[in-house]
């Protein structure tokens, strides 16, 4: 079979047809990037491009509420700076992870309700420069071209409001909720309108919502369906008008709402994080003709890429029957990882992931 771009592959696993290969993506810690670096990998050339990784490009808006940026304290081992949504976070110079988030702005309706007054869909919260000095050359390359939306349970509560006063406002605020959930998305949706108008279409959508963690949910089935669920189904059916398609990322345990993300219009579920709970062998036996899948490669094992080298072996064989499968690791590179092994994962993933 000749050799298909990135744009051709994709389309394949969604539409659940099998291409000349399963399209391999994953990503690296900022540390890890430094060893890579450090490593050979030059500065100004992309993972994707040194790797041979499929492309994407991706287009992503500012619905936030333009709160001031500024750095709180420096050390030589971490930096602590207020946010766009703000909060107070502390990142760590040298390590790879998630930032530690140590304050909030938004922590009730008052705030919320000022902070709502800043979130307006306005052009210049389009990144227009980018989109002209590289739109283009994604569509020429086959690129595959997705548009980020940030709105939902994952988002507020790690990003905006903090997890333990979002957890309890699904119980005793749950309209406070919801008003945040809609005026995200409504701010998003109004935004990635003005880019497709502008003639800067995408292929898919994506967000984050993690709503697991492992062996269970952060809430019940029945407080998605009543909280969560419309603002999801409203965005698939927003993307489904533009003929785009849907992955959604959800870290954890998500099992319970797999079937209710099928009906409301999910076409691929990212990252299915394996010590969490979710078998990707046993998801794509009983979903793959419905659902995509998007990583299943357990992370833990980057730390022995022996290991990570006989998982991939068991895993993406099956993966791939029939399409709706891309490669990556549920999570992503850590630094104990080499620039000549990530490389062998490549190859590798490649090689299983061929179709005859």
Not at 12 to 30: F, I, K, L
Not at 67 to 79: A, G, H
Not at 107 to 126: F, G, H, N, Y
Request: aromatic residues 14%.
């Amino acid at each position: 079979m000749p050799e298909m771009t990135s744009y051709e592959r994709v389309k394949c696993m969604y539409e659940h047809r099998e291409a000349d290969r399963v399209p391999v993506t994953d990503s690296p810690w900022g540390a890890t990037l430094g060893r890579w670096h450090r490593e050979g990998m030059p500065a100004d050339v992309s993972v994707a491009e040194f790797f041979g990784l499929d492309r994407f490009g991706v287009i992503g808006v500012d619905n936030s509420p333009r709160f001031p940026e500024r750095v709180v304290e420096e050390t030589e081992d971490y930096i602590i700076t207020t946010s766009v949504w703000g909060a107070t976070m502390k990142n760590w110079k040298h390590h790879g992870g998630v930032p530690e988030f140590l304050d909030f702005t938004v922590v009730d309706w008052d705030s919320w309700l000022k902070a709502k007054e800043r979130m307006t869909p306005t052009p210049d919260r389009i990144p227009w420069q980018y989109l002209h000095d590289n739109y283009r050359r994604w569509r020429e390359e086959g690129y595959w071209v997705r548009a980020d939306l940030w709105f939902g349970f994952d988002v507020t509560h790690s990003w905006v409001a903090g997890t333990e006063r979002v957890l309890i406002a699904m119980v005793e605020q749950p309209e406070w909720l919801m008003d945040m959930f809609q005026h995200f998305l409504d701010v998003d949706i109004a935004l990635l309108d003005m880019v497709w108008e502008a003639g800067y279409t995408f292929d898919e959508i994506g967000w984050p919502d993690d709503m697991g963690y492992k062996q269970h949910q952060f809430f019940s089935l029945q407080t998605y369906r009543q909280l969560l669920k419309p603002f999801h189904r409203r965005a698939c059916e927003w993307a489904h008008t533009r003929g785009a398609r849907v992955q959604l990322h959800s870290c954890g345990d998500v099992r319970p709402f797999i079937p209710d993300l099928i009906e409301i219009g999910v076409e691929m579920l990212n990252p299915l994080e394996v010590k969490a709970g979710m078998d990707p062998v046993a998801l794509k036996a009983q979903y793959g003709d419905r659902l995509g899948f998007h990583g299943g490669l357990n992370a833990v094992l980057f730390y022995d890429m022996d290991a990570m080298f006989a998982e991939m072996e068991r895993v993406i064989p099956v993966m791939k029957q029939g399409g709706g499968y891309i490669i990556s690791s549920d999570h992503s590179v850590p630094d104990s990882v080499s620039l000549e092994q990530f490389r062998e994962f490549v190859r590798k993933a490649k090689e299983l992931g061929r179709y005859d």
